[in-house]
């Protein structure tokens, strides 16, 4: 054999070599933890998306992301409370706000009161459309259509009007351990991420509307507008709340401002009322009261539910932020039926939020408190979170459109092995710091926008 | 996207054993710091794969161009490392 031949000896040795390295390099793709496995859908192609959206996380949230710790007096999941308040009245709040002012014409005010900061907003939201270019100008045309294809969802399922399925003489009796486990892989086919469930109890009444809304209206102006309200009973015939947590399409929500955001968070709180609403119609179905919360008939605000829930925990933003991040939209479902409540979560996003602040910085409005430390705020409870001006929030989202703390919180990442490592490093009080500023030097303090060319589906 | 890993890390393994054997034939001796550093080089690489796909995937331009820089910089400076270590031990010998 001459020096230029290979001997079978050898040829064996390599084909050997390369057939194992090709081997594992195709078992470690396929151990990849990314939702890129053949069932998240394109829409950049202008493909179809599922009734939730473009899912970008496909798995159930893995343990090593968090720990469970047991409810404590005087806490709601990890954020502290020194006592209740007064309860809320909905017609009161930022959205109702805007639909009663706009319709009667009603902005009077102090500086710095609703009226005229809703005034401001609304005339600032004429000056930017006047001064769009004519591709913008299309683009917020949809983007208007959207709203309004959210807003009839919501008119249409306002109190009242949706006509819930008779509850059943004859119920399926499991163990509230098995029945848990079943509605919430339900719950999850049905779209949400994250499924949670909280038991209503009296350091939860804070969260309960005294009123909520009647009207189902959440664009302006209407000429009859009116809005009764109605009373939400105390206490609350409902045992148990099934929290849902649908995360948001990630491509759309990184446009931060402007048409594309505002198009894809109105569609994601349309879709947000279905699952809430299937749900009913399946727990009463099986025999057991319920009732389903779609985004016009509230009874609550949704944060400290969620959080005792066990979705995630109070964030700087005043978001629920869960480890696959702060872009979690949260729907509920009230029920009698016998269920075993989650543990609230801490994943350590209190020491966290202490260090980053990129949502602070990064807030158009300065509605976000850059403080180090959390203090006591008065809301419907005396609650030890970071300040957090709504009137600032609504009027600049009002005018431009906005989801930016949504989308620059360092949470707020895909499903991939890269993120992975983040999710379970970011928990230790020490990484934190050292974290966010990886965040920072990858995706920039100020991570860029996504634009209407790349994600629109209208382009 | 198999097909495509399936195939490049076919051509890593054929690299591979052509490296071996130009180390056999010519008598390359490489020392237990040399193996080690190709390890770090081939760790480095692989995981600065994982990096700029994931941000590929997540299309965010500052992060793909960033990741490229850091890890790419990082691992010709391996590459360099490892070779004058390689050169320097044999020519010594």
């Known amino acids: 054999m001459s020096n230029k031949e290979i001997s079978r000896k050898q040829f064996l040795k390599g084909a050997a070599v390369t057939s194992g390295a090709a081997a594992a390099a195709l078992a470690a793709s396929s151990l990849s933890v990314s939702a890129d496995s053949g069932t998240s859908v394109d829409y950049t192609k202008g493909k179809a998306r599922d009734e939730m959206g473009t899912a970008s996380v496909t798995r159930n949230l893995p343990e090593h992301f968090y720990k469970r710790i047991e409810p404590r007096a005087g806490y709601i999941g990890t954020t502290k409370v020194n006592g209740a308040l007064e309860q809320f009245d909905a017609r009161e709040h930022g959205f109702a ?25 609304v005339q600032e939201k004429k000056k930017v459309r006047a001064a769009a270019s004519a591709e913008e100008t299309e683009d917020y045309t949809w983007s208007g259509a959207f709203q309004i294809a959210m807003d009839r969802w919501h008119v249409n399922l306002r109190p009242g009007q949706w006509d819930p399925a008779p509850i059943n003489s004859n119920k399926l009796e499991l163990s509230p351990a098995e029945m848990t486990a079943k509605i919430k892989k339900v719950a999850r086919w049905f779209g949400a991420e994250q499924v949670g469930i909280c038991e209503i109890t009296d350091d939860l009444k804070p969260y309960f509307y005294k009123k909520g809304r009647a009207s189902g209206y959440y664009t302006a102006p209407h000429p009859d507008y009116a809005d009764e309200g109605r009373d939400i009973p105390w206490p609350y015939p409902y045992k148990y709340c099934i929290v849902m947590g649908d995360i948001a399409d990630p491509n759309t929500a990184r446009a931060q401002r402007g048409p594309l955001v505002e198009a894809s968070a109105k569609i994601a709180c349309a879709d947000s009322d279905f699952p809430p609403l299937y749900l009913e119609s399946i727990i009463r179905t099986l025999g057991y009261d319920a009732k389903g919360s779609p985004f016009s008939d509230k009874d609550i605000i949704e944060a400290p539910i969620a959080v005792a829930a066990g979705i995630g925990e109070l964030g700087r933003s005043g978001l629920v932020i869960s480890p696959w991040g702060a872009h979690m939209r949260l729907s509920e479902v009230f029920t009698n039926m016998p269920l075993v409540p989650d543990k609230p979560m801490d994943f350590g996003l209190q020491d966290f939020c202490k260090a980053c602040k990129k949502c602070a910085d990064n807030c158009p409005a300065g509605a976000i408190d ?57 928990k230790e009080k020490a990484f934190a710091p050292f974290l966010y500023k990886l965040d920072d030097f990858f995706y920039g303090r100020e991570p860029a926008m996504h634009t209407s060319d790349e994600y629109a589906p209208w382009r | 996207m198999s097909l495509l890993v399936f195939a490049f890390a076919l051509a890593v393994g054929i690299l591979a054993m052509y490296l071996w054997n130009l180390k056999t034939k010519n008598n390359i001796r490489i020392s237990w710091l040399s193996y080690l550093l190709i390890a770090v080089f081939i760790v480095w ?47 010594a010998g």
């Not at chain 1, 430390?373 to 005018?399: G, I, M, N, Y």
């Not at chain 2, 994982?50 to 590459?79: H, K, P, Q, Y």
């Open chain 1, 97 to 121: 706000q805007i639909v009663r002012r706009a319709s009667s014409g009603d902005w009077e005010g102090e500086p710095g009161d609703w009226g005229p900061m809703l005034l401001a907003a």
């Open chain 1, 370 to 426: 850059g403080s180090d430390e959390p203090s006591e705020q008065h809301v419907t409870a005396k609650v030890v979170k970071w300040a957090w001006d709504e009137k600032k929030c609504l009027s600049r989202r009002l005018a431009y459109g906005c989801s930016s703390c949504q989308t620059v919180c360092p949470w707020t990442k895909p499903d991939n092995m890269v993120h992975e490592i983040g999710r379970m490093l970011a």
């Open chain 2, 45 to 91: 690489t692989g995981v600065g794969i994982m990096v700029v796909n994931s941000f590929i995937e997540e299309a965010v331009g500052t992060a793909i161009t960033t990741s490229l820089m850091v890890f790419g910089i990082t691992a010709i400076a391996l590459l360099a490392i490892i070779w004058q270590v390689i050169t320097r031990q044999n020519r």
